[in-house]
């Protein structure tokens, strides 16, 4: 008798309906959650055999770029203009021709030594002058040769430092080397040196030397109204 009244009781029937409803809505969503991870793994797996079959992704790095032979790499540090000079330390590639392919030194006569081609004069020349040079001295022994030359160390041009420094002498010339820079470079200032009274010997072109004074006091503390002074080749540094 207990079942009856429970089955009549419209409660009861409004309960069930509301579990079965429910039920099924659980049971949906759980096949849309199946079918959702069933459609990611045949992607993840599509995406594995295209990387497997060899296929770039999108991520993939740069192809690195070959570098050019030997023949095109005609540029020079110190550039096409540039007149070698004396102590000078050059590179002769001579493409394919690995026997004569070498760093010399240019010597105080103004001179290389090379393979085939013998004694070359090289101080006073460009780079490609030498180049032509080497290159017509080779067409006997090599068919049409390719022969670059780089200029590896600029030891030819040189300035001078006198004075109260540290270590007085001549050293390599640098473009953009200053005043201030040429100190430094001779180990900074002795005890008594007049830092006041730097100044610079330089030749014009008439061969007349010029004296340029520096106060380098001033140009530490003030800067902005004193000129760091460039150096050129050849110019000698006095500090009183």
Known sequence: MGNSETSGNPLHSMWMREAV????????????????????????????DTNQS??????????????????A???????????????????????????????????????ISLPLAGEVQAAGRTPPQLEQEITNRLRGFITDPQVTV?????????????????????????????????VATAGGFRDFAKRKSIYVLRKNSE????RIPFN?????????????????PGDTVVVP
Not at 152 to 164: A, M, Y
């Open 21 to 48: 409803a429910k039920s099924w809505s659980n049971l949906a969503l759980r096949l849309c959650l199946l079918t959702f991870a069933a459609c990611s793994a045949a992607s993840w797996g599509q995406a594995a």
């Open 54 to 71: 060899g296929a770039a992704p999108d991520t993939a790095a740069p192809t690195a770029v070959s570098p050019l032979p030997d023949s």
């Open 73 to 111: 790499a005609k540029s020079t540090p110190a550039g096409d203009t540039y007149i070698i000079g004396d102590d000078d330390v050059l590179s002769i590639n001579v493409w394919k021709e690995l026997e004569l392919t070498r760093v010399v030194t240019v010597r105080s006569d103004g001179r």
């Open 150 to 182: 780089i200029v590896q160390e600029i030891r030819s041009q040189k300035f001078n430092i006198l004075g109260q420094v540290v270590k007085p002498g001549s050293y390599p010339f640098a473009t953009g080397t200053t005043v201030v820079d040429a």
């Open 207 to 210: 061969g007349r030397e010029a």
């Open 216 to 232: 380098y006091d001033k140009f530490i503390k003030v800067k902005k109204g004193t000129q760091n002074i460039q150096l050129e």
